[in-house]
């Protein structure tokens, strides 16, 4: 039954190379291989109706003949229309047969966000509308198109067999979707209504499974990885750094390397908030886990951030005699082997890299230490993926995202938690200003003042589509026009998620090591950089991103001595106010929640490896408290289901799902 991709017709080679990377190596993994996010194209309105920044479908007429023009190097197809109940003027960048479209079909149907300008109704690159129904939107596979990606799944719809995984009895307890028509459901919703029942079976099950899982590792007694509490060594490292580490370092510290050196294997959270310093925490963690003989594995949400890592790992644990390596979905085959080689024969004694650390070519000969950053990236499954990597590692998460404990204990049930709440002496807040539009000159002009004064400065594009080529659009456009107008003297470099590895990482440890003074990107910065000479953060459409995440930009910057300035570019300021007032994180996540509700703390994106959902704590917590007591109960229980139920958690861990539960 499992359709292997090569024997689907029309899938050439590079494709399939391309979907592998991605995690999809059968037609079945489609199955879990569910939407980012979906377009409501039911959701017709009319524009008297629509409010700022709504996304909506609109039935429009065109309103006069279109023009298009090259600006920049880009086709722009404008035009106007009108509803009748507004005008509203449309703009699509580079895709000039838009024009003929407009002039055959002058009335069409277009989905976007409805926003003002100078007291007038845009829209920017609308897609246009064929069928009013809910369409998934799934996570971009570099090299596949997005509409082979739907049609792929619709296929392994068609053609997969889906087991019921939960027993009858749940289903009708908890009021379930069934798997089967729940999987089709969250890929193809008929409504909003049905969709929202589908994702809640899904999640349902996920969590369940997660948290079994965490509660009988909690109870179990077996072994893990000991590594020694080698006092010389932690001697040697700390000498080793220019820096003394700040109390609460101390105390974390020594609480995983207690955790550590127990028989029973360390499953710890740590909490700090962005740049309380959790980096050097995990490499002294590293480095004992290798004078004990044992390998670590640290795992990173991004290539840059891993590839960051790796670099310091070479300044900090190389001296020090530790082997490293880094290994993404970039490394190049033959060097991939080579690791793969180097890991298996125990050559390498800490590797570095993203969830390509997670595939199925990599087996450590003793990983005795596996740690992921920034936790909150990846999904419960792939976290516990690293930890299985091994015999039972130690394992370590760091995440910077504030939430509050209770909620923590449910969510990492099977962590316990340290927290940093200290930051290194010397720290001045961050400087944080509400720049409108009208002062976008001076903003440069202080850019400029900066730069020659030998600071450094972030500039970050929002993420406005789920598509990683407008982004990279958007960014390469203002970089093009800031390098040669504002910031011309300045030397300015450009990053966003469509380059290449190599080419990344030429341009961050350009920007690491000055030799740019700008580095124009998308929130590909967002988590971990650390370039402690960059003193200006600059955010673009300010008003697009929640306060957390925001929070965690500003944290990119204020990491030396210097003063540092984060500018807020939006007309917005009420809700961006709060940012200027604290740097606390944990307030601003409180805020956050307040203002936003709590679902888009986290945002909707996910990233990392195919598969799995990524329950969001907050908004799901209802369901999480329902699950959370469940999941006790059938753990204390020993009926038939039950344990059933603890097979198929421990299946889910796995990426397989065993038919446990007949189908009803
Ligand atoms: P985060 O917790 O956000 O991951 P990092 O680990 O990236 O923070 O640390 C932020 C910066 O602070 C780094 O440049 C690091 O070298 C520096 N740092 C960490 N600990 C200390 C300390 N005790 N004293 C001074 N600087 C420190
Ligand atoms: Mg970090």
């Known amino acids: 039954m499992p359709q292997a991709l090569r024997e689907i017709k029309g899938l050439g080679e590079k494709r399939i190379k391309a979907?592998?990377?991605?995690?999809?190596?059968?037609?079945?993994?489609?199955?879990?291989?569910?939407?980012?996010?979906?377009?409501?194209?039911?959701?017709?309105?009319?524009?008297?109706?629509?409010?700022?920044?709504?996304?909506?479908?609109?039935?429009?007429?065109?309103?006069?003949?279109?023009?298009?023009?090259?600006?920049?190097?880009?086709?722009?197809?404008?035009?106007?229309?009108?509803?009748?109940?507004?005008?509203?003027s449309i703009t699509w960048f580079n895709q000039p047969w838009m024009f003929k479209t407009l002039v055959n079909e002058p009335e069409l149907l277009v989905y976007g966000r409805v926003e003002t300008l100078r007291g007038a109704r845009v829209l920017s690159q609308p897609r246009i509308v064929s069928e009013m129904v809910v369409t998934p939107v799934y996570r971009t596979i570099q090299g596949v198109p997005a509409k082979l990606v739907r049609e792929l799944a619709e296929l392994a719809l068609d053609q997969t067999r889906v087991e019921e995984t939960l027993p009858a009895a749940l289903i009708e307890r908890f009021d379930l979707m069934g798997r089967a028509r729940a999987i089709r459901q969250a890929h193809f919703p008929d409504t909003t209504e049905l969709l929202e029942r589908a994702l809640r079976r899904l999640k349902f099950e996920d969590m369940l499974c997660f948290m079994l899982n965490a509660l009988m590792s909690k109870n179990?007694?077996?072994?893990?990885?000991?590594?020694?509490?080698?006092?010389?060594?932690?001697?040697?490292?700390?000498?080793?750094?220019?820096?003394?580490?700040?109390?609460?370092?101390k105390r974390v510290l020594d609480e995983i390397l207690t955790d550590m050196a127990s028989p029973k294997a360390m499953a710890r959270l740590v909490q700090g908030d962005v740049g309380s310093g959790k980096t050097i925490v995990a490499f002294c963690a590293m480095?004992?886990?290798?004078?004990?003989?044992?390998?670590?594995?640290?795992?990173?949400?991004?290539?840059?951030?891993?590839?960051?890592?790796?670099?310091?790992?070479?300044?900090?644990?190389?001296?020090?005699?530790?082997?490293?390596?880094?290994?993404?979905?970039?490394?190049?085959?033959?060097?991939?082997?080579?690791?793969?080689?180097?890991?298996?024969?125990?050559?390498?004694?800490?590797?570095?890299?993203?969830?390509?650390?997670?595939?199925?070519g990599v087996e450590h000969c003793d990983l005795g230490l596996a740690i992921t950053d920034e936790q909150h990236r990846f999904g419960v499954r792939q976290r516990t993926a690293l930890g299985l990597k091994g015999n039972s590692p130690n394992v370590l998460v760091m995440s910077a995202t504030p939430i509050p404990r209770t909620m923590a204990?449910?969510?990492?049930?099977?962590?316990?938690?340290?927290?940093?709440?200290?930051?290194?002496?010397?720290?001045?807040?961050?400087?944080?200003?509400?720049?409108?539009?009208?002062?976008?000159?001076?903003?440069?002009c202080f850019i400029m003042e900066e730069v020659r004064r030998g600071r450094q400065a972030y500039?970050?594009?929002?993420?406005?589509?789920?598509?990683?080529?407008?982004?990279?659009?958007?960014?390469?456009?203002?970089?093009?026009?800031?390098?040669?107008?504002?910031?011309?003297?300045?030397?300015?470099?450009?990053?966003?998620?469509?380059?290449?590895?190599?080419?990344?990482?030429?341009?961050?440890?350009?920007?690491?090591g000055g030799r740019t003074d700008v580095l124009v990107s998308t929130t590909v910065i967002e988590v971990g950089i650390n370039v402690p000479n960059a003193t200006v953060m600059v955010?673009?459409?300010?008003?697009?991103?929640?306060?957390?995440?925001?929070?965690?930009?500003?944290?990119?910057?204020?990491?030396?001595?210097?003063?540092?300035?984060?500018?807020?570019?939006?007309?917005?300021?009420?809700?961006?106010?709060?940012?200027?007032?604290?740097?606390?994180?944990?307030l601003i996540a409180e805020k956050d929640m307040e203002l936003r509700g709590p679902g888009d703390i986290f945002g909707t994106r996910q990233s990392g490896a195919a598969g799995g959902l990524n329950a969001d704590a907050l908004k799901d917590t209802e369901l999480l408290y329902q699950v959370h007591a469940l999941a006790k109960e059938i753990t204390s229980t020993h009926t038939p289901d039950a344990e059933k139920l603890k097979m198929t958690a421990q299946n889910w861990l796995r990426g397989k799902n065993e038919v446990v539960f007949s189908q009803n």
């Not at 590594?227 to 040697?236: L, V």
Request: with cysteine; net charge negative.
């Open 19 to 88: 979907l592998e990377n991605a995690g999809i190596r059968e037609l079945a993994d489609f199955l879990d291989f569910l939407p980012l996010k979906y377009l409501d194209y039911t959701r017709l309105k009319r524009l008297s109706e629509c409010s700022e920044g709504e996304e909506a479908v609109l039935r429009l007429a065109l309103a006069g003949r279109p023009s298009q023009a090259r600006v920049n190097g880009r086709m722009l197809t404008r035009a106007s229309f009108f509803d009748g109940t507004d005008k509203i």
């Open 539 to 586: 955010v673009e459409d300010a008003h697009r991103f929640g306060l957390a995440q925001l929070h965690q930009l500003r944290g990119r910057v204020g990491r030396g001595e210097e003063e540092a300035w984060c500018f807020l570019v939006s007309g917005e300021t009420q809700r961006l106010k709060i940012l200027s007032q604290t740097n606390d994180g944990f």
């Open 409 to 444: 204990l449910i969510m990492y049930g099977d962590l316990d938690i340290s927290v940093i709440d200290e930051l290194p002496p010397g720290r001045k807040p961050v400087k944080t200003r509400i720049v409108p539009e009208s002062k976008r000159e001076a903003l440069y």
């Open 287 to 360: 480095y004992l886990a290798a004078l004990s003989g044992w390998q670590s594995a640290l795992m990173a949400p991004t290539e840059i951030l891993a590839s960051q890592h790796y670099q310091t790992a070479l300044k900090v644990l190389e001296p020090l005699g530790v082997r490293c390596a880094l290994l993404t979905g970039g490394t190049p085959a033959p060097a991939k082997k080579q690791i793969y080689e180097g890991l298996r024969c125990g050559e390498i004694q800490a590797v570095f890299g993203t969830h390509a650390l997670i595939s199925k």
């Open 459 to 512: 500039i970050v594009c929002p993420l406005v589509e789920e598509s990683e080529e407008t982004d990279a659009e958007n960014a390469t456009e203002l970089y093009d026009e800031l390098a040669r107008t504002a910031l011309k003297d300045a030397r300015v470099a450009l990053v966003h998620g469509k380059m290449k590895s190599e080419e990344k990482d030429k341009v961050l440890s350009d920007f690491a």
């Open 220 to 249: 179990s007694e077996a072994s893990g990885a000991v590594i020694r509490k080698n006092e010389a060594g932690i001697a040697r490292f700390l000498e080793s750094l220019p820096y003394e580490l700040t109390g609460a370092q």
